[in-house]
């Protein structure tokens, strides 16, 4: 059985790079993880669907480079079936 994704533990290991931004960027994240819409995400083809818009949606965020997107995908590729995640500075 897959372990289930946890948008909460995920943000706050890898949105602390900056205190200040953290605290916006947790904001904004608190209130996606906290979307009643994520309900909504019961198959593969929606979760597929939603990690491919956030990727695209990266493409329009000047900070968000190609790298930054693999960089991220890999850590997180390596927690699949862990217990923890790796921490800030593992990316």
């Not at 995920?10 to 996606?32: C, P």
């Amino acid at each position: 059985m897959a372990k289930e994704f946890n948008i909460k533990k995920w943000q706050e290991i890898f949105l602390t790079e900056d205190e200040e931004e953290t605290i916006d960027i947790s904001k904004d994240a608190q209130r996606i993880a906290d979307h009643p819409l994520l309900d909504k995400i019961n198959t593969k083809d929606e979760w597929v669907d939603i990690m491919k818009a956030l990727m695209d949606h990266g493409d329009t965020i000047n900070t968000i480079s190609d790298s930054v997107k693999k960089t991220t995908l890999l850590a997180m590729v390596k927690t699949i079936g862990k217990e923890d995640t790796p921490k800030n500075g593992a990316l």
